[in-house]
């Protein structure tokens, strides 16, 4: 049976042998070189455009190189295009069977044990390059064939300027060399696209957007270091009399000097000197807000938003909201990887180990469920008390409890007290109230509920009230809940409370009627 690749080209015997050699690496006196500009030093605008236009055109090599420097020189930007391609490590990876013959769950289950594999959890955060720099490469190296299975025995990342997109269609990915531009072996590369816009591939990276911002932000930065080697020492001044001689003068501007450097000199007694603080303001705030706006501009183009990097107004709240905006960029990262190693990587596994008539398992990164323990507590209590049956293997797992072993204390609930003698009536036929009844009115006559419960109750009424979702009232009255006042009045509280389970276990007539 003849193998395909991932393109549905015929393998020729002979790609089959340079499966498990590299092809792609750098090499001395070859166009695939370690040594790399810096065209990002002394960047203009002027400059920039040009190198923007060149990428277009068919030589990313400037664009590239200018890419790498800002990730190396930004902070910021460093930061949050970190945090965008390290969000995908969190994810699960599933791969589901294309049928429900033995060969396609056989081929689920090889693709999922690769998938799970070190060469690919490693360079999953290579690929993911292709977000900053609009795409990345990866060899594969397969292991030797005569083993019993084809597995990648390790996927090396490559250096994106050795590659290059066809001047045709500006989509295909060429590889350079010395004999010329080369079509790249079948099922020897993994070729990953970011498709953050639509166009052409190299206009696609966040780094063509950011380099915009890059640039002006750099020249406040270097203002700012002006600035302050400018104006935030303070002026020597020397003085020196009419009949000082040049030597006197020499002397002199090496004292005024020294005093910046040493802080110690010596003058003469016949000459003065003098220090005059600076005194500038409010030119640095100005430098410090123009940095800080860039900044937040490259949140936005990275993240989409900006409350989970930058101290914003809203805190909390704003946040959460937030971040499920970032989430659904991460979802639209993790689909779009998902194809390429479903089409580069487990398309020719399957292939060299079932044949190329075995349909290729589908491969998505799934989000953990998450789950809060208090409120799946309650839901749990409620669902069994309503007869639904519960798998005591779910509640283990959602709390990550395990089996008890033979003969180990486990937790049972404490024995119920004997029933309280029913409660006689009064001469008048008035039923007397129970001690429940007697509690609360005692505490609600206490000076402590007035002095303690009162201000933290209309804090959270006037907070409720000023809430602009749904959300944030019910995030504060989770709060509310659980904050704990005073001592006095938290053990008066409890007091109730446990009197009031008390009296529901027990049937107790809590209403007195």
Known sequence: MQLLDQHGRPMK?????????????????????????????????????????????????????????????????????????????????????????????????????????APVRLVLIDLLDAIGKGFSVAEIIWDDPKKKEWKP?????????????????????????????????????????????????????????????????????????????????????????????????????????????????????SMEMEIINANVTGAGPLYEA?????????????????????????????????????????DADAEQLAMSLQRDLAGPLVAFNFGSDVAVPSLSFVAPEEHDPRLLAVAAEKFVKMGLKIPTAVVRERFAIREPEDGEDVLVLPQAQPAPEPVAASAQGEPRPNSLEEMIERIMADDIVAASADPIVAGYLEAIAGARSLREVRDLLEQLAFEAPDEALQELVAQVTFAGRMAGELGADVGGS
């Open 13 to 117: 015997p002979t790609t089959k042998r340079e499966l498990t050699k590299e092809i792609s690496a750098p090499s001395m006196g070859s166009v695939r070189t370690i040594q790399a500009g810096h065209p990002a030093d002394g960047l203009t605008p002027a400059r920039l455009g040009m190198i923007l236009r060149e990428a277009e055109t068919g030589d990313a090599t400037a664009y590239l190189e200018m890419a790498e420097q800002m990730e190396e020189r930004d902070l910021h930007y460093a930061a949050v295009l970190g945090v965008r391609k390290r969000a995908i490590r969190s994810l699960e990876v599933q791969v589901e069977p294309a049928g429900t013959s033995d060969h396609e769950i056989n081929a689920a289950a090889l693709v999922r044990d690769v998938m799970q594999s």
């Open 153 to 269: 025995k390790k996927i090396e990342h490559r250096d994106p300027r050795w590659f290059k997109f066809d001047q045709d269609t500006g989509r295909r990915l060429l590889l350079r060399s010395n004999e010329g531009d080369q079509e790249l072996k079948p099922a020897k590369f993994i070729s990953h696209l970011a498709k953050i816009k639509s166009g052409l591939p190299i206009r696609s990276g966040l780094a063509r957007l950011a380099a915009w911002g890059y640039i002006f932000k750099n020249y406040t930065i270097k203002d700012w270091a002006v600035f302050m080697e400018a104006y935030g020492h303070p002026v020597r001044l020397g003085k020196y009399g009419a009949n000082a001689t040049r030597e006197d003068r020499l002397t002199l501007l090496r004292a005024v000097r020294n005093i910046g450097t040493d802080m110690a000199a010596i003058i003469p007694r």
């Open 290 to 330: 123009s940095a800080e706006y860039w900044d937040k501009q490259l949140s936005k183009a990275v993240l989409g938003q900006v409350s989970t990097t930058d101290a914003i107004a809203g805190g909390h709240a704003v946040g959460r909201v937030h971040d499920q905006v970032r989430d659904d960029i991460r």
